[in-house]
Structures are given as C-alpha cells and as structure tokens.
C-alpha cells in the first residue's frame, strides 16, 4: 500500500527518539574538537587564503569554529527526516558530532553576533507559509538538515516521508531519500509553516524533465512563500547555468510577482582531489571504486572553483531574474574534508549535521533579516 508516514504515526517513535537522542548527546559532549587543517594556503590569485582550520590564528576570518555550545539535533535517527546515509552509515556518528558543532564565522563582528533561530524566524514569515527547496540532492540535504533544525525548535504537526528511519539503505547516494514535505507550529502561537523539497534541478542530466516539473513549482507559490533554489553541482560549466536561468526568468519573475521571495543558493563547494574540487569521472565511477580523497581547501585552486559553478555572471543571471543571493560558497570551500561524506565515495554531499546546517543558518538569518 501507500508508504507515506504521516504524524500520527510517527508519535510513539518521537518520543523514544527524543530519550534516545538526549542519550546521544550525554555520551559524545566531551569529544576533542575536528583535528587541525592545513594553515594557509594558495587562493588562486597569488596570496595566501585562510585555513579555516580549528587551529588557525584567532584574528583570522573568515573560518570554522568548534562551538560546543551547539547541541547537534541530528546524527542518531532522532530526527524523523534524517537519512542514515549522511549520518549513522559507515562509522560517521563521531564525524556528524564533530561537524555539528562547528560555527562559520565570516568576519571578526559575527563572532559576536547571535545565531539565527527558527523562533526569529518564524516572526518573519506570514501564517501559512510555504518554503520551497528545490534542486539536487545536496538542496535535498538542505531541506533535510531544515526539517530538523524546525522539528527541534517548533511543534510538529504533519509530515510525509516514504519511509521510517530504520527501513533506509545506504546503495547509492540518493537511496533511502523519501522526503516530501512537513508542516510546524511556532510555540506560542497558532502561526503555522510547510517546508516541502522538490527535485527540480536544472542540470544537463535531465533538462527535458525536470525543467517543466521546475516551472510547475514556481506557479504554485502564494504571497509569503520562500523559494531557495539551485542545481548547479549538475553543471559542468557556468555558461549552462546562466543560460537555464535565464530560460527560467519569466517563472521566477512570475513568482515574485505574486509575493514570493525567491532566492538562489550559491552552489556549494566540492573536495575532491582535483584542481577545483570538481569529480571529472562522474560520482558514480569513484564510488565504484572506493578511491574518492576528500582534501582541504589548501589544495584546490580557489578561482577555478569558484568560477566552475559560481561567479559574477550566475549571480547576474539569477539577479536579472529577480532573486536574491544566499551567499554559502566561501563557508562551504572553507568546511573540513571530514564533513564531507567521505568513505572513498563521497566529496560532494555532507555528513549531517554538518555543511547543510550552514546552509539552514545562512537561510534563518536571510529571513530573520529581510522577511
């Protein structure tokens, strides 16, 4: 029959979950920070770039830091959206602990500055409002890590997925995905929001799909909604990127013609031992073989990197359509490689929590600061 899961459900495995989840944390509070990158390196443009590393000099930014005043609200199946892939698989749940806890500060004046919440959030956005996540399975990771950051901080009230936690598998990189969509409650308020993800990436793989599905999104959004969107890890140039957005202009200007805000997420940087990051083989051939290293930004070419899925003409691009930008690619070149999912497999996607946390942060912060 139909595997969707909705809430009432989900009630009795919520509430172990949560014991278990408090468990979890008890155990793993005292872990060492992430181990010490390499400090400094190449830019691409002659100089020296920060490290980001835990262990780098205090006065230099922007960069990661262990913050052990954040609770990981994931990385043990506590979450009902989580996928055991990025988390539990493989021995990662010291790794997701690890990255979890980590904080981008971009510049000396954010240190100081609070983290975003889901509450100051959610007194930006109007009753009954949709976010819409859509794009590639690292949007995918996004909405997930949202999901949970949301179901930490707000009541529950619906949710679709395809299947329990336990049922997942770890085959390939998107199996055991069935998120859908779920509705939360701000406490204290009957102000309500839906987060829904959509595979709607414009990537070359299947243009001729997924676009129309991409359109057909847009034309759903009401006055309030919030659309993040990206596909451009499916690019393998940044003049294919431009053009989609442009083919998609009209539907993002329709969209903000109804009152949505609709925002492109940077595409986020990827480690694999290449000159920009870039798997030149395909995913799915370094996964067969198990040989994928996953090195620090020290050693990948900062410009070609940048310039490969990002960079002035993309942010014009999508600018000319209306959308404003979620600046994530600098935090995201700068994360430890062991955020990665790693494995010999994976230098693309996150262990979570993790780089999709940065990513949650960077969009709370967006609507604390212009919804």
């Not at 619906?158 to 055991?176: F, K, M, T, V």
Request: with cysteine; net charge negative; aromatic share 8%.
């Amino acid at each position: 029959g139909d595997s969707t899961m909705r809430l009432p459900r989900l009630v009795t495995r919520l509430v172990v979950a949560a014991a278990l989840h408090a468990a979890h944390h008890l155990a793993f509070r005292n872990l060492v920070p992430l181990s010490e990158q390499h400090s400094g390196g190449h830019d691409g443009h002659g100089g020296v770039a920060p490290s980001g590393g835990l262990g780098s000099s205090p006065s230099a930014f922007p960069r990661w830091e262990h913050d052990p005043s954040i609770v990981p609200y994931m990385g043990n199946l506590s979450c009902i959206f989580e996928v055991a892939r990025y988390s539990v698989a493989d021995g990662m749940v010291e790794r997701a602990e690890r990255c979890g806890r980590l904080r981008y500060v971009g510049a000396a004046e954010d240190a100081r500055k609070p983290r975003p919440t889901v509450d100051g959030a959610l007194d930006r956005l109007r009753d009954g409002s949709t976010i819409y996540i859509a794009g590639d399975s690292i949007s995918r990771q996004h909405a997930t890590d949202l999901m949970c950051r949301l179901e930490g901080e707000a009541r529950l009230l619906d949710a679709e997925i395809d299947a329990s936690p336990s049922e997942l598998d770890h085959r390939g990189p998107l199996a055991g995905y069935g998120l859908k969509g779920a509705t939360f409650g701000q406490f204290g308020s009957n102000k309500t929001v839906r987060v829904v993800f959509e595979s709607g990436n414009m990537g070359v793989s299947a243009p001729k799909k997924n676009m129309p599905l991409f359109k057909e999104l847009l034309r759903k959004g009401k006055e309030g909604d919030v659309y993040v969107i990206n596909g451009g890890l499916h690019y393998r140039d940044s003049y294919r990127l431009v053009s989609h957005i442009r083919e998609h202009a009209d539907s993002f200007r329709g969209a903000l013609d109804r009152g949505c805000k609709v925002i492109w997420r940077e595409t986020n940087a990827v480690h694999f031992d290449t000159h920009d990051g870039y798997w030149y083989e395909g995913l799915f051939a370094t996964q067969d073989r198990k040989d994928a290293r996953c090195v620090p930004h020290n050693d990948i070419n900062r410009t070609s990197a940048y310039a490969r899925y990002n960079g002035p003409a993309v942010e014009a691009a999508a600018r000319d359509a209306g959308m404003d930008i979620l600046k994530i690619w600098e935090g995201t070149f700068l994360i430890p490689p062991e955020c990665h999912a790693g494995g010999g497999v994976d230098c693309a996607h996150y262990v979570q929590p993790g780089g999709a946390s940065y990513m949650t942060e960077a969009l709370l912060a967006y609507i604390e600061e212009n919804m």
